[in-house]
């Protein structure tokens, strides 16, 4: 071995026991985070479609399979119906649905959220069944006074 190469080994090693030998202060523990849900992606509505005046459809992804709407119709900015469950009897715990509303050609003119969340009632009050669905009205942001149908996805279902 080269003189130079004893050398660099040597360095290698002195550099080595010298960061592992230090003496080191333990670490102040970090204050413990809270608990983050994870956030929710979901798709951005399209910015233009093909619908029919007055249609209100359901936009086909992982709950519309679980759930019937009844009674959806479109009044002006906002769009009425019920959500409920077909695959079991059970309450609904946490439901999300979102409306894209568009114009008569079709384009994109408004969005608005429904969220429900069903806990038990803390202080004894009573509990809210929502086996026969969930009555739900959804208003266009901003106020989309030329909204002639709207398109609803289920972004979160949750129920028992």
Request: proline share 10%; charged share 15%.
């Amino acid at each position: 071995m080269s003189k130079r190469a004893v050398v660099l080994i040597g360095g290698l090693l002195a550099v080595l026991v010298a960061g592992c030998s230090s003496t080191s202060h333990p670490a102040t523990p970090a204050p413990a985070a809270a608990p983050m849900a994870a956030p929710r992606t979901t798709e951005p509505p399209a910015t233009t479609i093909s619908v029919a005046p007055g249609e209100v459809r359901l936009s086909p992804g992982p709950f519309t399979d679980r759930v019937r709407l009844t009674g959806t119709r479109l009044d002006g900015p906002s769009v009425h119906g019920t959500l409920a469950i077909t695959t079991d009897v059970s309450d609904i715990l946490a439901l999300e649905v979102h409306a894209a509303f568009y114009d008569a050609t079709g384009h994109l003119v408004g969005t608005g959220t429904f969220e429900h969340a069903d806990e038990e009632p803390v202080a004894g009050g009573p509990h809210i069944s929502s086996n026969d669905g969930i009555p739900f009205t959804i208003t266009a942001t901003p106020a989309a006074t030329t909204a002639t149908a709207a398109v609803l996805s289920i972004p979160v279902l949750v129920n028992e």
